[in-house]
């Protein structure tokens, strides 16, 4: 009785040591130190200012060398990173944009690159205002519930409903 718990206790702590093991390595092979690994027709790279990772910015990339004018946007993780996968080949105008920043300087580069970005931290809040798209502020605006109309709540007279 003993030597079939042990046995089974056995087993259960070679499955999770298993476990912990695999997770890490599968993980480890989609980054590489510091930054992202990427494939032929990707780019990606680390995004940081001044105040180091830029996490929730956007990375744009835009070409005018296919039959249309092709923009990809995607945004950073918490630590800066991004990948642009899928990029047909063509040379691309590179930048970041984000809350708090201005434009950062555009990068000339194709896919296959790893392109680490320079944010440029916005000197004032009226300078970051006008870079960061109006979508945002709307975004912001909270429009009031119709019972705060007057004459549209639930002590309005019926003739004011109309």
């Not at 206790?9 to 499955?15: E, R």
């Not at 007057?150 to 109309?162: L, N």
Request: charged share 15%; glycine share 12%; net charge positive.
């Amino acid at each position: 009785m003993r030597t079939t718990r042990g046995l089974y206790a056995g087993m259960v702590a070679v499955g999770i040591a298993v476990l912990l093991t695999a997770s890490p390595a599968r993980l480890s092979g989609q980054q590489t130190t510091g930054g992202v690994s990427i494939g032929a027709n990707d780019l990606g790279g680390v995004v940081t200012s001044a105040n180091g990772p830029e996490g929730g910015v956007w990375v744009i990339a835009e070409t005018t060398e296919l039959p249309t004018k092709f923009t990809k946007i995607v945004v950073t993780d918490d630590r800066g990173r991004y990948v642009m996968p899928d990029l047909p080949k063509a040379n691309y105008r590179v930048w970041v944009r984000g809350y708090g920043l201005v434009d950062s300087l555009e990068v000339q580069t194709a896919p296959g690159k790893v392109l680490n970005l320079a944010a440029v931290v916005a000197p004032t809040p009226a300078a970051a205002a006008e870079y960061y798209p109006a979508i945002y502020w709307y975004s912001m605006l909270r429009v009031p519930d119709k019972s705060e109309f007057p004459g549209t709540g639930p002590t309005a007279t019926a003739s004011r409903r109309a």
